[in-house]
Structures are given as structure tokens and as C-alpha cells.
């Protein structure tokens, strides 16, 4: 299993009462993630957050929010929106 392959099984769940591009964790699932992270080839950039979050940039569009509130109660992982390059050319 790979990091990204966790992390589509976790988005592949409806979670009705969180938006559409947010899942809650549990504590084994975030080490779990962490580990997949740390194991992935292609690496990317993990920045670490507060409260033991980080942000995710693997290579590609996909990019990820892990969220852990001061208690550490609450874990949350967020995939920002996947946007594509424009074909209208630069704004500025």
C-alpha cells in the first residue's frame, strides 16, 4: 500500500456531515500515514504543522492538510482542490 493509495481508500468512504474534500483520521490511521509517507519514492515536500500536523506536497496536483486539534482529539485530513492549468494565458 502506498501513501496515495491510503489516502484514495479514506476519500472513497462518503463522510456526511465533513465537506467533500475532508476526512476525520484516527490516531492509528495518521501514524499509518505518516509511515506510507516516509516510505513513498517519489517523496515530496512535508511541512510540519501544529499540534502534529503537516502539509503534504507530493509531485503532482494533489496536495494535503493534516490537522490535529490541541487535544489531539480530532485529526482531519484535507485534499486541496486540484486545480488545472488555464488555457486563457496569465492574468498578470
Not at 5 to 29: C, H
Not at 68 to 91: E, F, M, P, Y
Amino acid at each position: 500500500m502506498t501513501a496515495h493509495s491510503f489516502i484514495d481508500e479514506l476519500f472513497s468512504r462518503p463522510a456526511w456531515d465533513l465537506a467533500s474534500n475532508m476526512r476525520r483520521l484516527t490516531q492509528p490511521q495518521l501514524e499509518l500515514l505518516r509511515r506510507l509517507i516516509g516510505e513513498d519514492e517519489e517523496g515530496g515536500a512535508l511541512h510540519p504543522g501544529m499540534n502534529g500536523g503537516f502539509v503534504w506536497m507530493p509531485s503532482g496536483r494533489q496536495k494535503y492538510i493534516v490537522a490535529v486539534d490541541a487535544g489531539g482529539r480530532k485529526r482531519t485530513i484535507t485534499r486541496l482542490a486540484n486545480i488545472d492549468a488555464s488555457d486563457a494565458g496569465r492574468l498578470f
